[in-house]
């Protein structure tokens, strides 16, 4: 056992996020979960993240976005968080066009059920060049599907649920290949029980009492995954932890 001791200062702490080379996936495209955690593991205090997050991990949670094809997240916390398209710098507009991607990554939603407002921000203010994604199953009701492909992009991905590895498959020949998964602990939880999970960026808040929702919820008989630790960031008493899954067996040794 070692201690871990704050040492020098970063710069910018968004430059060890872009450093990772995620070019190598081990599956169709390379995903990232970035999530927040109470102390007691809580990932929401009154069905929101917001008192949940700290100003330093608000920050990083908004320019994390930079390092993305595609923002990806879950159908409860776009009901519950009110997303809106992604908003970046200039400075990281210039970048992203640079690398020959969109200014702003896409949003995609993961939804079954298609219960979802196609008037809100998500759906309507998305620029022509990102516009947003629905990524739904083939069970889908056929009238609200007819509504999703009027506000957004869908892409059918399974049968009866959508299917993690159907998903990233459809996403990597859109030519994403970079997927950061914003939640929620649902669909974060299938997305490890199919072993689709390639990183986690996990902030650590410095409190307790929030609701009962882990970070991650796994379906039921998913087995364990394993992921080691890259590196850890801490700013006043905000920890930020990156983990990538492990390649060895000997990672929980
Ligand atoms: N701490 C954090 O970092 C963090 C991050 C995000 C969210 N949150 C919090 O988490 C809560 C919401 O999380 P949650 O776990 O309840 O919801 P979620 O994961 O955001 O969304 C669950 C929904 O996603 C869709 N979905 C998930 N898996 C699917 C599959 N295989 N096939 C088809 N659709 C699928 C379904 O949508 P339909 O119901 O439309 O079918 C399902 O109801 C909120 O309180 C939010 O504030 C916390």
Redesign the pocket.
Known sequence: MEFLERSAEIADPLVPYLDVDRSQPRHECWVTG????GLDGT??IN???GA?STAPDQALFRRMRQIADVVM??????R??GYAPIRLDEDAQAQRRARGQSATPPVAV???????DWSGRVFADAPADARTLII??ETADPSRLAAAEQAATVIIA?HD????AAAMRALADLGHGTILC???????G?LVAADRLDELCLSVSPLMGG?P?P?S?APPGAGLAQFELKSTMIEDHTLFLRYEAATSDDSHA
């Open positions: 970035h999530m927040v955690a990932a929401a069905g929101r993240v949940l997240v879950g159908a409860e916390t776009v519950r968080e993961v939804s079954r059920s298609l219960n979802l739904t199953c399974g649920s959508v299917e993690p914003e939640g929620g602990p649902r669909w974060l299938e609701d929702l970070v919820i």
